[in-house]
């Protein structure tokens, strides 16, 4: 009964390869994240989406693309990997999104991405 | 910018001691939000104040909003070997869609 699954727990992988992280949620969440935590721990928000739309788009390289097939599901999918993308990337879902993001978020396991 | 900036970076104390950290903020908030994480976890939800509030308690859990200081404060009390982990504290802006954390306080409870 795992509230927000990412797949893998775990990903080592060549510079310029191309990979993906995929994340569910059980919740019946309307809204999904993307984070990205570096080695000093910081998290940085990457993606949001609200029922399969995009709302939150940081700044982050087009490299990196999400897809969200329907609202349970959002994936990351990476392209031509760096050594700088080495980190842990979290999921995430909220009940709903509005004005403010009031709600508490609730977080998956996260993948460790590691690029030689 | 970054909104949290959490305050020490790392603490240690004995078990059964009380343990403060803070958090700084720099814009006004719509709300703030307190996450735990263990070792190789993911975030996990405590409290949220908001900006109309300036205490709040869960358990163990006491929470302090001061918006003229653009500060809050997480003391856990009569702490506990399984309360080791980084907290961290995340803002919300005013009209903004998004939490922007800080970059956390490593706690550590010695037995």
């Known amino acids: 009964d795992t509230a927000v699954s990412q797949t893998p727990k775990y990903l080592v992988t060549q510079m310029g390869n191309d990979k993906s992280i995929k994340c569910e949620q059980n919740?019946?969440?309307?809204?999904m994240y993307w984070y990205k935590q570096d080695s000093k721990k910081f998290l940085k928000i990457m993606f949001s989406?609200?029922?399969?739309?995009?709302?939150i788009n940081e700044t982050v390289p087009n490299r990196f693309s999400p897809k969200s097939p329907d609202k349970a599901h959002l994936n990351l999918h990476i392209n031509s990997l760096e050594l700088g993308d080495s980190a842990v990337y979290f999921c995430a879902s909220s009940p709903h999104h509005g004005a403010g993001a009031t709600n508490e978020q609730f977080f998956g396991p996260g993948t460790r991405l590691t690029v030689l | 910018s970054q909104q949290g900036e959490e305050d020490p970076q790392a603490l240690s104390i004995q078990e059964g001691e009380n343990a403060t950290m803070n958090c700084s903020y720099k814009?006004?908030?719509?709300?703030l939000q307190w996450y735990r994480q263990n070792s190789g976890r993911g975030l996990v939800h405590l409290i949220l104040i908001r900006s109309n509030e300036r205490e709040k308690h869960s358990g163990r859990l006491r929470v302090t909003l001061d918006t003229s200081k653009k500060s809050s404060s997480l003391l856990i009390t009569a702490s506990r070997a399984a309360d080791t982990a980084s907290y961290f504290c995340?803002?919300?802006?005013?009209?903004?869609?998004?939490?922007?954390f800080g970059q956390g306080t490593r706690l550590t409870i010695n037995p």
């Open positions: 919740l019946g969440h309307d809204t």
């Open positions: 995340a803002a919300v802006g005013q009209g903004a869609q998004k939490l922007v």
């Open positions: 814009t006004s908030i719509n709300n």
């Open positions: 989406y609200n029922n399969k739309e995009l709302i």
